[in-house]
């Protein structure tokens, strides 16, 4: 049932870290289609043949309304150019044009385009083509590189292992050794970040553990 979602990590760790006999219980539900058992973990499935990526950030702006910093939700859109057709979710003005294009538009002083609606527009008091600076206060992971830290290129995440092929009868689920992400900055990944294969901590939980891999706090504007 985790297979081809990102959430087959959390699913992972919680069978690998699991007592024997619960191991066993879990095991003996993931086979049995019939059994009353079902675990969820806020993972919405993503078919790309009929769904699109996008992003979400908390992110904190630089200016204020009733001199007084409020936190801003900012949605992401996947890249038009990327998907190869027009997105599912399409932004006009009051004018009724277009305004997909403008976000991907790429600027000469690095500035990031995005759409604001008009309630925080007129809150913040903002034009047209005007600049802001915000913090996106999100989490990033990192790998040990010397002495300094890198951080993971999601162009350098090999899903090659993911697919949407047929679970075979003779595999049992609950082993979640097959469809595993790797990463290439990271080689001892190389076989699957996440394979559970018993008792063992996993390829990631090691570097983990070893200080090779990290979450940073990304507040930069």
Do not use: C, W
């Not at 009724?96 to 008091?125: F, H, M, P």
């Not at 002495?147 to 899903?159: A, R």
Request: glycine share 6%.
């Amino acid at each position: 049932m985790f297979y081809n979602r990102l959430g087959q990590a959390i699913a992972q760790g919680t069978y690998t870290k699991s007592p024997y006999f619960i191991k066993q219980n879990i095991a003996k539900a993931f086979e049995d289609p019939n059994s009353q058992f079902n675990v969820s973990f806020n993972v919405i499935p993503f078919d790309k043949q009929t769904d699109e990526l996008g992003t979400y950030f908390v992110g904190l702006p630089d200016i204020k309304f009733n001199d007084k910093q409020y936190p801003m939700k900012v949605y992401g859109l996947q890249n038009e150019r990327q998907l190869g057709h027009a997105s599912l979710m399409q932004l006009y003005d009051t004018n009724g044009n277009t305004l997909n294009s403008s976000l991907e538009r790429t600027n000469t002083d690095g500035a990031i385009n995005i759409v604001i609606n008009q309630t925080i527009a007129k809150q913040l008091n903002l034009k047209n083509n005007e600049n802001f600076y915000m913090a996106t206060n999100g989490n990033i992971m990192k790998v040990k590189n010397g002495s300094d830290y890198t951080e993971i290129n999601p162009e350098e995440i090999n899903f090659e292992k993911i697919n949407n092929n047929p679970i075979p009868e003779t595999e049992n689920n609950a082993t979640l050794l097959n469809q595993n992400v790797s990463y290439n900055q990271i080689p001892t990944t190389s076989d699957g970040a996440y394979g559970n294969s018993g008792n063992n901590a996993t390829s990631m939980l090691k570097e983990v553990a070893q200080g090779n891999v990290v979450i940073d706090h990304d507040n930069k504007p």
